[in-house]
């Protein structure tokens, strides 16, 4: 299980990656494997404003489903298409190409109050 230290996380299993005023937010490595094989990721939220911690779409796996909670306020730029025709991306590539949605940050100063990678580890016990 990786817990990449350029990343800052969320107690709900999110991971946010940013660059600039835009960052890339996805679930945790964690997570993906706990949800186990995903076959299907619902984000239909782009171009909204969404607060901090707000639901912005779901994914499913093959016995559940599970919100997903936008780390930090912002608006959904993008959504990645690719999940569409291989949601198992977010499995085998969590962090790389199966993140989830790109976002303008509304507070760039919200992401100095999540986890770090190794306060994550410990909050999953790893």
Do not use: C
């Not at 997570?31 to 639901?55: M, P, R, Y």
């Not at 994914?59 to 997903?68: C, F, I």
């Amino acid at each position: 299980m990786t817990f990449p230290e350029n990343l800052k996380y969320t107690a709900e299993h999110e991971w946010i990656r940013t660059e600039g005023n835009e960052a890339y937010v996805g679930i945790t490595d964690f997570a993906q494997s706990e949800l186990g094989d995903i076959v299907f990721v619902d984000i239909n939220t782009q171009g909204q404003a969404i607060g901090k911690d707000a639901i912005f779409g779901s994914v499913e796996a093959v016995k559940t489903v599970s919100d997903l909670f936008l780390p930090v306020s912002g608006t959904i730029l993008e959504v990645n298409s690719e999940l569409n025709n291989a949601p198992e991306l977010v499995n085998t590539d969590p962090y790389g190409k199966g993140w989830m949605v790109k976002i303008s940050l509304a507070n760039p100063d919200e992401v100095t109050g999540l986890m770090d990678a190794a306060t994550y580890r410990a909050s999953v016990g790893a």
